[in-house]
């Protein structure tokens, strides 16, 4: 769940959803506000590269964080302000929770609420020095899922990278390499 | 490196600063063009969170490369099409060479030379999928440092968050917690 405002950078948002599609999220959710144009463009890197993510927005982000809670889901707030994931036991703790995660990138200016445990299970510091939602969500997911998100074969890609240790090789789905 | 071109988007240049500083560079170099703001943003975030991160904006990024290789080091370029950073032994063969390195953060327009063996000792794809270049680099020295980079204390800052598993807390430099 991306935290939506109108002060927030639509080319931050975009890269957000990317990562999370790459990084194993099944779902992402804009809340409270639309943007036609960032769902324009995640969806479009869905039809080309395959997967699926479901894309929502507009949904209040109280109410996303209390319909998560009401079906048993856990909610993981990540913020420069909450325990390290490298020197704590939080990410060991979240994962035996064994509960669906929902995981709020938001931004300085997220509500007082998002840190209190009436919203977020777990407050969560890639850690305790200023960088970007961009990369806090991406090393979050990447130690989670302890790097496998980086070798899943996206279905109905209708095109695939082929690692190259030199230049770009694209394969369009059916056809042969360009 | 952060490759400067006139399409960059100037809040992602930042933030692919502020994931070198917290992640372990020690340099951030923009290439071939100025940005004021962005430096001054940078300077002011290393001003009050500490630590080192020598800023430099301007030169040709064929010359920082030349420079580069002269002086004995080795340049790594994160790229959708590189090898996969999971999937393959690339991150292995990087650790092993024993060379200063310089990381090239990109975008979908850099130049093709950047992907031959005349610019990058090594392509590396951090996952085959499109996402970000602040995710791509994050992911990268997360793994290449071993995530202690996160738990490193920088020294002469102003500022020190107090992780919290609720709330916010930071310190001010000898003085009491606000």
Redesign the interface.
Known sequence: MRWGHRFR?Q??TT?VA??A???GASEFILTDIKDEEVRATVEK?VAS?GGELHFEMGIPSKLVVKNWRDNGGCVVHLT?????????DVLKRIKTCGKDLLVIVGSQKVPKDF???NV?D??V????????E??S???FL??LYE??????E?SGARM??M????????VKSGISPI
Chains 1, 2 share one sequence.
Do not use: C, M
């Open positions: 950078d080319r931050v890269h990317l990562v599609r790459a990084f890197i590269w420069v302000y909450g325990e390290n994931i490298e020197t704590s840190y209190s445990p977020s777990f407050n510091a890639v850690g305790n020095q200023p960088h970007s961009i990369s969500l991406a090393v990447d130690r790097g496998k998100e980086l070798a899943h996206f695939k990278i690692p190259q240790k030199n230049g770009k090789k694209v």
